[in-house]
Nanobody, 129 residues
Framework: QVQLVDSGGGRVQAGGSLRLSCTGS????????VGWFRQAPGKEREFVAA????????AYAESVKGRFTISRDNVKNTVYLQMNSLNPEDTAVYYC??????????????????????WGQGTQVTVSS
């Protein structure tokens, strides 16, 4: 079973940038697709971005396309979410999650296509205007 640790959140002004990290334990982390989700107060959790096990495929929510970039370093067992041009609507707790039920998954990364069964503890991102 993989364990995920989210980090990198903080407070930033509108227009600023942050990079979130999701580090997975265990030697099998590199076999799993990983996604980032966020949940703002009083709102449903929503999909942000996902990356395939090899890093060659990615998917993004429309609201973050062109501003956020997901990447992974399988040597470091870490997935990153680079967030640029942040605005107050990006304020939320951000969670990474892994799909460990389908190692080496090569299908669609659309959020409805994957089961994310392992979750990080979340990291708070606050964007002030």
């Amino acid at each position: 079973q993989v364990q995920l640790v989210d980090s990198g959140g903080g407070r930033v002004q509108a227009g600023g940038s942050l990079r979130l990290s999701c580090t997975g334990s265990g030697r099998f982390f590199t076999r799993y697709a990983v996604g980032w989700f966020r949940q703002a107060p009083g709102k449903e959790r929503e999909f942000v971005a996902a990356i395939g096990w090899s890093g060659s495929s990615t998917a993004y929510a429309e609201s973050v396309k062109g501003r956020f970039t997901i990447s992974r370093d399988n040597v470091k067992n870490t997935v990153y979410l680079q967030m640029n041009s942040l605005n107050p609507e990006d304020t939320a707790v951000y969670y990474c999650a892994a799909n460990t039920v389908t190692p080496f998954y090569s299908g669609s990364l659309a959020p409805q296509s994957l089961i994310y069964d392992q979750w990080g503890q979340g990291t708070q991102v606050t964007v002030s205007s």
